[in-house]
């Protein structure tokens, strides 16, 4: 053994076996190769990934499947539930049909509704919808004031010929809405006035809280078309007694409505209030007047709004009470008395007495009984000022009246 040369403990023999086992030459053995089982281990991480990866595939698109049918089940639900609203309320959706100006939520169809029969809303939808008003005081278009005559009927109007004359050459000035018994269908020709302004209606009865339902269904629809700047509810007694453009004149330019109210110590007045109305409606707030009222777009909001005063009504005024009598005027009372001129411009003949008030046919109209009814000897004020034009129209007229008051359009009505 050489000097520094250290001698194993082990036998040559298993020396050699080791080193033939080992597949090497010389003394010492080589380092074990790990290519063999690295690669392998390699191959199968890979094979695990590309698994994971197809299984995360194959779920995503069963999710995106069962989403997919998810959205596309509920957007049709949600296009069923908008037809459904349409169906109900009448007109096209947005974007439905050719884009015109006809469409329910154009601007155009916003600010002025097509014929008000198109409608299937409910008096409640109604006036909540009508009650809506603009916070911008200028109007996005070249806005018109326009009269609405809110003509308040059982069926047929008798002077239908005569009002068409009366509103001849103004179109683009008026509206037109009628408010009959439900049963009844307004048959008139296309070219009339009156077509197609008949409104949804209800079931009226004399001296219920119907009549003061039927009022504010009239003002609620003629509300909707945001030109209607003036609102004159009549009836189918009812005749101008002047021509268009002075009825217009006068009341698009006057400063207050025109609600007669009043209280004086009668039966028929302070005698019909009912002490469980209060502290809403005391009794010296307690008010009557004529039915038959002119009024401004505000005024008229705020009737078709109120609910407070008009549920005390319904429940505390019967019958014997005549809510159409008492209800408004003491409402613009309490809420709007200086706005008000406390008068009518609908003149009626109180005279004879009983519930009712005179009737003129045929032989009473002649030109000095319209011309006393425009003139009469009545003084009232206008913008603040003296007047003796108080009277626009006049009831309660037969419809023998039609022919000798057609005769006067001509001449002394001008129309």
């Not at 403990?9 to 298993?14: A, D, E, K, T």
């Not at 949600?78 to 469409?103: F, T």
């Not at 439900?182 to 409104?199: C, D, K, M, T």
């Not at 005024?317 to 706005?339: F, K, N, Q, V, W």
Request: charged share 20%; glycine share 8%.
């Amino acid at each position: 053994m050489k000097p520094g040369t250290l001698k194993s403990r082990r036998s040559n023999v298993g020396d050699e076996e080791e080193a033939a086992s080992s597949g090497g030459s010389g003394g010492f053995p080589p380092t074990p190769r790990k290519d063999g089982w690295w690669l392998s281990g390699l191959l199968l991480k890979a094979g695990a990934a590309v698994l994971i990866l197809v299984a995360g595939v194959m779920i995503g698109l069963a999710a995106s499947a069962s989403v997919s049918r998810y959205y596309v089940e509920a957007s049709s639900k949600l296009q069923a539930g908008e037809e459904a609203v349409r169906k109900q309320v009448g007109g096209p959706r947005c974007g439905d049909g050719d884009g015109g100006e006809g469409e329910a939520l154009s601007f155009h169809g916003f600010v002025q509704p097509g014929p008000p029969w198109g409608h299937r809303m409910t008096d409640e939808e109604l006036f909540w919808r009508a009650s809506m008003a603009p916070r911008v005081e200028e109007y996005p278009y070249q806005r018109v004031p326009k009269v609405a005559f809110l003509f308040l009927t059982r069926g047929p109007l008798p002077f239908a010929p005569l009002w068409e004359r009366f509103f001849r050459g103004h179109e683009g000035l008026y509206s037109v809405y009628v408010h009959a018994l439900p049963e009844y269908r307004l048959n008139v020709s296309s070219a009339s006035a009156f077509h197609g302004r008949q409104i949804p209606s209800g079931d009226v009865s004399w001296g219920s809280i119907t009549l003061v339902d039927a009022e504010k269904r009239l003002l609620a629809n003629a509300l909707l078309d945001f030109s209607n700047e003036r609102f004159v509810l009549v009836s189918e007694s009812c005749v101008p007694v002047f021509n268009f453009p002075t009825v217009y004149e006068y009341l698009v330019n006057s400063a207050q409505s025109y609600v007669e109210s009043y209280n004086i110590d009668v039966p028929q007045c302070a005698g019909r209030y009912n002490p469980r109305m209060a502290p809403d409606v005391l009794e010296e707030q307690w008010r009557k007047g004529s039915e038959w009222f002119e009024m401004s777009r505000d005024l008229a909001a705020d009737i078709v709004a109120d609910r407070r005063y008009y549920t005390i009504f319904r429940k505390h005024c019967t019958p014997s009470c005549y809510p159409d009598e008492h209800y408004i005027p003491t409402y613009l009372h309490l809420r709007h008395g200086a706005r008000n001129a406390n008068r009518t411009v609908t003149w009626v003949d109180w005279s004879r007495g009983g519930p009712h008030p005179a009737r003129f046919g045929k032989a009473s109209v002649t030109p000095e009984f319209v011309k006393a009814i425009r003139n009469n000897g009545t003084l009232c004020t206008y913008n603040g000022k003296p007047t003796t034009v108080c009277y626009l129209f006049a009831r309660k007229f037969a419809p023998s009246a039609l022919a000798p008051l057609l005769n006067l359009s001509t001449t002394l009505l001008a129309f």
